[in-house]
């Protein structure tokens, strides 16, 4: 089988979004390379219904873009019957996600359901079950192979771990083990930053270079699926779509209001490209591209306003961030990359295909500007005070060119 990238699309924050607004959505992940959504639900909102409608019936009149559900079983209490209605209800419809033939279903937790997923077999006809479990580990997802498909290990296994600049393929190596030749969905993200009291989520995982590490990483295990997380999960800093101000939690509009991601798309297709091919010197066949990001304040401005190092971390998140400008390019050929701070400006020689570099803040402060091939694009400006809220925001701005 072909293999396939999904992003994480969260359902429970699309109130009111109508069809035309989710074709649109699904047209700009398409030209990104992507080839489907996952889309989130919890089993208690009333809109989950009609926008599940709308973005079938949006992803048929586009064509050529999958869709599948993903229980959030974290999200409250499912009965068999709810879960079963709603397979049924779009399991034939022609944007559904299927494998031999079987409608693809996931999760978000739920390891404690494991034993109603042989009902739901068989009052739908059968699915493609590719839970996330990460809860129970590599060894404890091994021993219920009989009742799952595949492992879909995104959760809190595509970020570094509390007190760690760097993660590694440990764990999804592990997954693949243990999943004994069944397929596996691995979880790329670019980054993660929530601070929501309300829900007692205030944490930051390191990930200067996540977003060109996984890529790699990916190269290295060559999973069956990917899954990106998130396509709009704002409230954990984790999204790459076009900024709605219609879906940013309260509470998050501090530190996602002029914080744009759409940049991490920029070579999303040849990342894609790559990993589909299993082809890490894919040679780059669109425009050169560069892609900068970086907080808009140095990590040490001012409070860290109770944010920790990773989740469970014991320690403040600023000990974690590094003051660089992450910069990724991918090059037909050695190119020149500049970038500038408030005038102060360093230049980077790219090798063929994908490129990385950091460059330090060096207390340096004013916009940020990107240049390459006689193109330039500028960002905000670094600022060495703190931001308007009282504290340090340690989400990313992305500038790309």
Not at 190 to 219: A, C, G, H, I, M
Request: hydrophobic share 35%; proline share 4%.
């Amino acid at each position: 089988m072909a293999r396939q990238v999904f992003a994480h699309y969260m359902v429970g924050i699309c109130d009111g979004q109508t069809q035309d607004q989710w074709a649109h959505e699904i047209n700009t992940a398409k030209t990104a390379g992507i080839d489907g959504f996952a889309l989130n639900i919890g089993p208690n909102d009333y809109w989950t219904q009609p926008q599940l409608h709308n973005a079938y019936a949006a992803a048929e009149q586009v064509g050529s873009f999958v869709l599948f559900i993903s229980f959030d079983m974290a999200a409250g209490n499912w009965s068999v019957q709810q879960v079963v209605d709603l397979v049924n209800t779009y399991k034939n419809s022609r944007a559904q996600m299927k494998v031999d033939g079987k409608a693809f279903v996931s999760t978000f937790e739920g390891p404690g359901w494991a034993d109603n997923w042989n009902a739901v077999r068989q009052q739908t006809g059968g699915i493609f079950l590719v839970p996330d479990w990460s809860s129970l580990g590599a060894y404890g997802v091994g021993e219920k192979l009989g009742v799952i498909d595949g492992a879909c290990k995104f959760s809190w296994g595509a970020w570094p771990q509390a007190g760690q600049q760097k993660m590694n393929t440990g764990q999804d190596v592990a997954y693949k083990n243990a999943l004994r030749g069944k397929k596996y969905m691995m979880g790329v993200s670019p980054l993660f930053y929530t601070n929501l009291p309300q829900w007692n989520k205030n944490w930051y995982s390191s990930s200067e270079s996540l977003w060109f590490d996984r890529w790699q990483q990916v190269l290295d295990v060559m999973p069956d699926f990917v899954e990106i997380i998130t396509w709009n999960d704002y409230g954990e800093s984790s999204y790459i779509c076009d900024t709605n101000p219609r879906q940013v939690v309260q509470g998050a509009d501090k530190y996602i209001n002029g914080y744009d991601h759409s940049g991490f798309r920029a070579i999303l297709p040849y990342m894609i490209q790559a990993y589909k091919s299993g082809n890490r010197n894919l040679p780059v066949n669109q425009e050169d591209k560069a892609v900068a990001w970086y907080r808009t304040t140095p990590a040490r401005c001012g409070s860290d306003g109770g944010t920790i190092w990773g989740q469970g971390g014991n320690t403040s998140a600023a000990n974690g961030a590094k003051d660089v400008i992450s910069i990724m390019t991918a090059t037909n050929g050695q190119k020149s990359v500049t970038v500038d701070i408030g005038g102060n400006a360093q230049t980077f020689n790219t090798q063929n295909g994908l490129s990385y570099f950091e460059m330090p803040f060096n207390g340096r402060a004013g916009p940020v500007t990107v240049k390459l091939n006689g193109k330039a694009k500028t960002g905000p400006a670094i600022n060495n005070g703190c931001p308007p809220c009282g504290h340090v925001v340690f989400n990313s701005v992305v500038v790309d060119v």
